[in-house]
């Protein structure tokens, strides 16, 4: 359990990062590829759809993402995007969830709220993995703003909504330690 800790401990959100990792993209979409394969989604309905873009294709997308925000991202955060080796786009398929509330009518008010569980495991579990191949991340969330233009720039379905973005690539500089809230806040007993 000790090592699960120390994997915990070790994911933060790095901003500082550049192209020079130690793994070829196909091993990068192969981490992927189990992520998706192993992490749990309600009733297996597997609504998260991920989309890899690599080297210059992650750039040309940070740099539209900086257009649609008027080139006004943080100098330092955008530097680290644009010199990362890549950027996995986290969507939830929509018609995925439209069926299963539709199949299950009964629980047809949360389906919703299970995909994007689903999405969040797979975010956490695809930023763990990378750290524990000395890969930083960060997760971002730009969209509603870029969605339009990410569908019509990589072919995507109306149906695929954009939920985060997160930029990896090698760890340039360690962030600093943020402060934590009390734990007597955070976590309550009954014995």
């Known amino acids: 359990m000790q090592n699960y800790f ?9 901003y500082n990062l550049s192209e020079g990792i130690d793994l070829s993209n196909e091993e990068v979409k192969y981490i992927f590829e189990d992520i998706l394969n192993t992490t749990p989604s309600a009733m297996n309905s597997q609504p998260v759809r991920v989309v890899l873009l690599f080297d210059d294709k992650s750039k040309e997308f940070w740099t539209k993402v900086n257009e649609t925000y008027d ?30 509330e539709k199949d299950i009518p009964s629980y047809a ?13 797979i975010q956490l579990n695809a930023w763990q993995g990378l750290r524990e191949e000395n890969i930083g991340a960060s997760l971002q969330h730009y969209n509603p703003h870029i969605d339009k233009w990410v569908r019509d720039l990589y072919d995507l379905p109306e149906n695929y909504r954009l939920v985060a973005q997160m930029p990896f690539g090698k760890i340039e500089e360690e962030p600093e330690e943020k402060d934590k809230a009390p734990m007597d806040k955070l976590l309550k007993v009954f014995e």
């Open 109 to 121: 008010d949360r389906m919703e709220q299970w995909a994007e569980h689903g999405c969040a495991m």
């Open 71 to 100: 080139n006004k991202i943080d100098k330092d955060k955008f530097h680290g995007f644009f010199h990362a080796k890549g950027t996995a786009l986290y969507f939830i398929d929509d018609d995925v969830v439209r069926k299963m």
């Open 6 to 14: 120390e994997m915990i401990k070790n994911r933060r959100s790095y």
